[in-house]
């Protein structure tokens, strides 16, 4: 099962660099992520790239492989055919630090920007009580990595530096999403979601959902859901506050 | 000398685990300026992969369980060799750390009457693992991320900057933790870095340096444990002046993937076994039942038919023997496949398909299910899954006073989280690593932001921060020299056949021989290229830190002529009643490692009291019995 695989790997510092061709070898049953390592250990020492888990759960191997946005690790060799060209380059959106590896700061950057979580003041640790079916929204938006896979992805930022400052992008606003439907949660973000996160500049193209490594359904579970509430602001009030107290349908 | 920028803080935490989060958290309500500093990025640390869940006896499943039970579930799993303080402290306060993440945000699974559901899990009576389906570690890691963000905007708000009071360096490696004087005098005064983006260095001037570096298990070929388990903090406190303990005692998990090969030793989590999966070997026999040691007959189904009803009815059932703790499955596993009996890959079934109805298990264990479809082509709904020991966790760490975490030898130093030694024993239960994360995590950020007030700020001086430059840069002068990679695969290679599961006088000796030739090469070690993101230059510094940590491991092992949880010798087979009463203590001593005997503390009486007599005849000499018998005359 062994045979030889031609890789072309983006190489570079910063912004410059290049496609570089590569032999190597491969084996049953691996990923990408193998194939890179084999480069680094036996012919390209220096060659960057991040990872931790080895099994999907970590979201640092983040890349696109022939152009695809994926996981190194979870992307397996037999998916390609034998003998044509693999290309691996780092994710476009992000600037470069070196070969594979992107500066993902912005993320964290406009993450911190969301207020955080915030239960009633006179409930007590230990005294929470919800309900499976009430957590059950959130907790899908929770599986999330943070691949940045979606964000990368989206056609928002995706070539559109510009809107970099504007647009927090699919990962971000997923949380605005996950506070939103939490059930214990008492704070209204929705101004924020649409003025400063740029809730606007998506138009629900579902690019970020296809590539989600956790097939979270990020556009039909938080964006447009979020979108509808930020709709509401302009007419009703009240029931945002109902829809937090009250055990929510899957579509209102 | 190159550019090297200087900061201050009070509270320096090396580590964005589970138990670096939790310490810098408490380092900065208790208003000190705290830096958190990690290998990867914010909400990537190795606790991210943690699946089962977090032990607490909260007894919402079963209102029986409380923390004597649990104490009694962590001695017992660790085979009496715990430090008892350690493993009260950790019962007590657990319920407590787990109902603050949920104010947090955490967003556990759930009982019908809402409160937080608890799963059952290898040596743990009653149901007590808090979780989010198989995801617990990630749900832990972006609580903790994102308390420290909640902590950040309020800074924000009362400073202008978010940055004020606690700061992440995400990405920066710490190569070496500065100490001055000698003896009682020994003390911390910071860290030098290297961000692994750019190759800049970062002196950290601070008083109190908390190591929370996690483990140990990349010096193993099969293991679950990522690129940052080179055990740095374990090494970095060594030749800081500080002490490891138990350093023997390694945990195998007993199911690791076994195939594909580029996956093997891939953590299965043990809930897999906890929801009902069984393990059988290609003769279809359930084998644990053959497997059950006397110290634990009473605890374990004899039989099928009461193992499978203990899921319905486990207050009329013993519990079934795939659950027992995990040293004894690993073995069980290991001498399985040895005779012949394993399947296909080496390894042996592990089947929940015909258990539990296809939508139960997506539902239950979601990311096993995609782990094995995606990476193995296996459909776990299905079919069985193939399974072996895999080297997942090691109980042996930093030595640490019980109550504060501070490093023993060095003041100003403390060590949280898997680094820190004493509270497993011999063998950690499953579970009982993430709240031990979130104990003993709070309780050294407070201690170290105490000792930070007392202390005072600190300076480093040129000469110290040069000598530290040298040593980071030293792989650049040597471009020709050895591929550090290749080192790393051979040292994880020789450990695996050498210091691995099932260990004996002869492989350790011969460990400890190929240990001083790799130290030779790691000396020659080049890495050619620049300093920005060049992970051979990283592995060239993590290097070191692994063959300190080896030796310990081998010398340890060498040390302690018995078996006992994670240390398995084929030529001390039994369990010795004298060995309980002690500790082997590594000490740094010229280039390499000094094991030295110490008395386990006693056991208070109240706390021994909670065991019966019969149950401790097992593990204690008769002198020791009757001193306990005196004692409650
Ligand atoms: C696959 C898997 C599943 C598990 N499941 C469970 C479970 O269900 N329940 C349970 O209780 N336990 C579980 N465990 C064990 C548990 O996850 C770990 O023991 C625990 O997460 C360790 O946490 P920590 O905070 O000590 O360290 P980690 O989370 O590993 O964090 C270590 C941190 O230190 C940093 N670091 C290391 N060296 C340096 C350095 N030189 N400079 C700067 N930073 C450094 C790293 O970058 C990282 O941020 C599991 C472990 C694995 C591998
Ligand atoms: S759905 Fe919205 S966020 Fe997602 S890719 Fe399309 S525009 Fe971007
Ligand atoms: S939502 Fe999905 S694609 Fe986006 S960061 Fe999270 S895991 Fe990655
Ligand atoms: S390495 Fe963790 S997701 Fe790929």
């Not at chain 2, 087979?573 to 740094?588: D, G, T």
Request: hydrophobic share 35%; glycine share 10%.
């Amino acid at each position: 099962m062994t045979y030889t695989a031609n890789f072309r790997v983006w190489r570079g510092i910063g912004g410059e660099g290049e496609l570089q061709d590569y032999t190597v070898e491969v084996n049953e049953g691996e990923v990408v992520l193998d194939v890179i390592h084999r480069i680094q250990a036996t012919q390209e020492p220096d060659l960057g790239v991040r990872w931790n888990c080895k099994a999907g759960k970590c979201g640092s191997c983040s890349a696109e492989i022939n152009g695809k946005p994926r996981l190194m690790c979870m992307t397996r060799m037999n998916t390609f055919e034998e003998g044509a060209p693999v290309t691996v380059t780092p994710m476009r959106t992000f600037p470069v630090i070196r070969d594979l590896v992107t500066d993902v700061s912005f993320n964290y950057e406009k993450g911190r920007q969301v207020p955080a979580f915030s239960p009633p003041k006179d409930l007590k640790p230990g005294d929470f009580r919800m309900q499976q079916k009430d957590v059950e929204r959130s907790q899908e938006f929770r599986k999330c990595i943070e691949c940045f896979l979606c964000t990368n992805t989206c056609h928002a930022v995706r070539d559109h530096e510009e809107n970099v400052k504007f647009f927090a992008g699919p990962r971000v606003l997923m949380r605005t999403a996950e506070l939103d439907m939490h059930p214990l949660d008492t704070l209204d973000r929705r101004r924020m979601a649409q003025d400063e996160l740029g809730l606007g500049y998506c138009n629900i193209t579902k690019c970020c959902t296809e590539v989600c490594p956790e097939h979270i359904h990020i556009t039909d579970n938080a964006l447009i859901p979020l979108k509808e509430r930020v709709a509401d602001l302009k007419y009703d009030p009240l029931r945002w506050l109902g829809n937090k107290i009250r055990v929510r349908g899957k579509d209102d | 000398m190159s550019q090297i920028t200087k900061l201050q803080f009070d509270v320096i935490v090396v580590g964005a685990g589970g138990a670096g989060l939790r310490a810098a958290i408490a380092a900065r309500e208790a208003g000190k300026k705290t830096a958190i500093l990690s290998k990867s990025l914010f909400g990537k640390a190795h606790t991210v992969m943690a699946e089962g869940g977090i032990a607490a006896s909260m007894g919402n499943v079963n209102s029986n369980d409380n923390w004597k039970v649990h104490f009694c579930d962590t001695m017992r799993g660790g085979k009496f060799l715990n430090h008892y303080r350690m493993a009260e402290l950790h019962a007590k306060e657990a319920p407590d750390r787990v109902w603050e993440l949920e104010a947090w945000g955490a967003l556990f699974d759930r009982t019908p009457d809402g409160k937080i559901s608890q799963r059952n899990f290898g040596g743990h009576e009653y149901p007590r693992l808090a979780h989010v389906g198989d995801r617990t570690g990630l749900e832990m890691i972006r609580t903790l991320q994102q308390r420290v963000v909640a902590l950040q905007q309020q800074d924000k708000a009362e400073f202008g900057d978010y940055d004020a009071m606690i700061q992440v360096f995400a990405e920066t490696s710490v190569s070496h933790v500065f100490v001055s004087g000698e003896g009682a005098d020994r003390k911390v005064s910071g860290a030098f870095a290297y961000a692994r983006g750019t190759g800049d260095f970062i002196v950290f001037e601070a008083p109190s340096v908390i190591l929370a570096t996690g483990g140990i298990g990349k010096s193993f070929k099969v293991t679950s444990n990522s690129w940052e388990y080179t055990g740095d903090g374990h090494s970095m406190a060594l030749i800081s002046g500080g002490s490891l303990v138990n350093m023997e005692f390694v945990q195998f998990h007993p199911t690791g993937m076994v195939w594909p090969l580029s996956v093997k030793g891939i953590l299965v989590t043990e809930s897999v076994r906890g929801d009902g999966g069984v393990l059988t070997n290609s003769e279809g026999r359930r084998f644990m039942f053959d497997y059950i040691p006397d110290v634990f007959k009473a605890q374990y189904a004899k039989t099928e038919e009461e193992a499978d009803r203990w899921y319905t009815d486990p207050d009329n059932n013993k519990r079934p023997p795939e659950l027992l703790p995990r040293d004894e499955v690993a073995r069980a596993i290991n001498t399985e496949v040895k005779a012949g009996r394993g399947s296909p890959h080496g390894g042996v079934f592990l089947d929940v398909s015909k258990r539990l109805p296809a939508d139960v298990i997506r539902a239950k264990l979601p990311s096993m299910w995609h782990q094995f479809k995606e990476l193995a082509d296996v459909d776990i709904t299905l079919e069985p899954m193939e399974v072996g020991p895999t080297c997942h966790y090691v109980m042996g760490g930093i030595e640490v006073d019980p109550d504060t975490q501070q490093a023993v030898g060095v003041k100003g130093l403390y060590a949280a989280g898997e680094s820190s030694g004493g509270m497993h024993g011999s063998n950690r239960l499953g579970g009982n690593s993430l709240s031990d994360l979130l104990v003993f995590g709070k309780r050294a950020g407070d201690a170290a932001a105490e000792y930070a007030s007392a202390a005072g700020p600190v300076t480093l001086s040129d000469a110290e921060i040069a000598a530290a430059e040298t040593a980071a840069m030293a792989p650049f002068s040597n471009a020709g020299g050895e591929n550090p990679y290749a080192i790393q695969q051979e040292l994880q290679q020789m450990m695996n056949d050498y210091v691995g599961i099932i260990r004996t006088e002869d492989e350790l000796k011969q460990a400890l021989v190929e240990i001083e030739k790799f130290k030779e090469r790691a000396a020659r070690v080049g890495v050619k290229g620049t300093r920005q993101y060049n992970p051979a230059w990283h592995i060239a510094l993590d290097l070191p830190h692994q063959l300190v940590v080896s030796e310990c491991i081998a010398r340890a092992a060498l040390g302690r002529e018995e078996s006992r949880g994670g240390h398995t010798r084929d030529d001390f087979a039994k369990m010795s009643p004298e060995w309980r009463q002690v500790n082997l203590i590594c000490y740094a001593e010229g280039t390499g490692v000094r094991v030295e005997k110490q008395a386990l503390p006693t056991i208070p009486q109240e706390l021994v009291s909670l065991f019966d007599s019969s149950e401790l005849s097992k593990y204690m000499t008769q002198a020791e019995l009757d001193s306990i018998a005196q004692g409650t005359a």
